[in-house]
């Protein structure tokens, strides 16, 4: 029997203690996530307003101390280079959109750095992606950006990664992107010198309804597909959960109890489409993500998806979305990088 190990993570998010204050600095990657950045530093600037005292710094870095340019297109300007960074108590990894291709080496020999000095570490977004490439999450919970987890995992299928929020584990921390920095933020002042009541007060400032680490990061069935009847929510997660072997519409209605005719006017009546239809729409889906967002093979996509061959894939891929997935594939290798999510 495993024993699991005692959370003291507050220690490691705590600085040196007194009355100095904790040392952040934030490694912006070119291409960098701007709301992830933001989300990420505002909570400990209202934290200094809520305790009347600066309980924390914060460092803006790059590799070589040039301004970056995040993936929005807004230049910012650093403090310094990371190698003129001293003193810090912990280090957050602002991630990429998308992931790079090559350049990793110096920030991955950076953090290694880091890691041996006892510097707390973290990630935003794709941030988590350079601690692993570094083989600084390994033995720690962490989680990404849910279209980027399938990469993380190809890469690192050893890694033990959740589709929460945030995840603090320890000397490690990471979170999914987009607001999901103030939820992680407001937790580590908790464990710090400002306690509860700071962390309280910031979310309070920032006007935001905490979470808690347990949320998932994917939006409820409910408001992505507009599905206001439970029979119809329930028939889109079994959907969801049987990609690879998809279900016939008999077994879809039998684990229901409905009958087939019932299924189909429950869908055609709340989605205006039929169950084969949406079910369709949500393999080729979850095919793109695959196809731009990981390495993997058409042919094992094909499989993933429950597509009976790559003609049959291939036919229905071109319908749904107006390129093959050959020709997917061979734009997303022309341009040198995965496709982008929606910049921010």
């Not at 495993?2 to 912006?28: C, E, I, N, Q």
């Not at 970056?68 to 650093?78: D, E, F, L």
Request: glycine share 8%; net charge neutral; proline share 6%.
């Amino acid at each position: 029997m495993t024993m699991a190990l005692p959370d003291d993570s507050g220690k490691h998010w705590a600085g040196r203690g007194g009355d100095a204050p904790v040392r952040f600095g934030f490694l912006l990657v070119p291409s960098f996530t701007l709301i992830g950045f933001g989300a990420a530093v505002d909570p400990l600037r209202l934290a200094n307003v809520a305790a009347r005292r600066t309980l924390y710094e914060c460092i803006t870095l790059t590799m070589d101390g040039a301004p970056v340019r995040s993936s929005a297109g807004i230049c910012v300007q650093p403090d310094m280079a990371a190698v003129d960074a001293k003193n810090l108590d912990a280090v957050i990894v602002i991630g990429p959109n998308p992931l790079p291709a090559a350049g990793t080496e110096p920030i991955i020999h950076w953090l290694r750095t880091l890691a041996a000095k006892g510097v707390s570490l973290g990630g935003v977004d794709t941030g988590s992606y350079f601690l692993a490439c570094a083989g600084l999450l390994d033995g720690h919970r962490s989680t990404i950006h849910w279209e980027d987890m399938d990469a993380l995992l190809d890469r690192f299928p050893r890694l033990v990664v959740s589709n929460k929020i945030y995840e603090v584990d320890r000397d490690r921390c990471s979170c999914s992107g987009g607001i999901a920095p103030v939820e992680m933020m407001i937790h580590l002042i908790g464990l710090g010198s400002g306690g509860r009541k700071v962390a309280a007060a910031v979310a309070e400032y920032l006007i935001y309804e905490r979470r808690g680490p347990d949320e998932r990061q994917r939006t409820s069935l409910r408001d992505v597909s507009g599905a206001s009847h439970p029979k119809l929510v329930e028939a889109i997660k079994l959907m969801e959960c049987n990609i690879e072997e998809p279900l016939s519409m008999e077994e879809l209605a039998a684990h229901m109890q409905f009958s087939a005719r019932q299924l189909e006017r429950l869908f055609r009546d709340s989605l205006n489409c039929t169950p084969r239809q949406y079910y369709l729409q949500l393999r080729l889906e979850r095919a793109r993500q695959l196809l731009t967002r990981t390495n993997r093979p058409i042919a094992d996509i094909v499989m993933a998806c429950g597509f009976v061959s790559f003609a049959h894939f291939s036919h229905r891929y071109h319908a749904g979305f107006g390129i093959s997935p050959s020709a997917e594939r061979r734009r997303q290798v022309g341009d040198g990088e995965k496709t982008p999510r929606p910049p921010s």
